[in-house]
């Protein structure tokens, strides 16, 4: 990560804060957001709730059995109504 201060910093933030954050530079276009961290971890999550720890435990089993679907199974398996 790179830090930004003083004057480029006035700068970026202008940018992030206008209705339109995406700029031009030399031909090429980049959208600038803020990402903010998280005030929890994954573990965090987890271990507050069991019902995620189980869904992720069990997709832990899945896989170590072979369990896999690729996308398109699963875009068929939702249009047949069976997800």
Known sequence: ???I???MAEVMK???SDD???VEIEGKEYYLS???KPETTVANDVEADPELKQKLLQAKTDILNGK???TEE???MIDQGEL
């Open 68 to 70: 896999t679907y690729t």
């Open 34 to 36: 803020v990402m903010e």
């Open 20 to 22: 339109d954050p995406v």
């Open 14 to 16: 202008e940018i992030i």
């Open 5 to 7: 201060e003083g004057q």
């Open 1 to 3: 990560m790179r830090k």
């Open 74 to 76: 699963v875009v068929e």
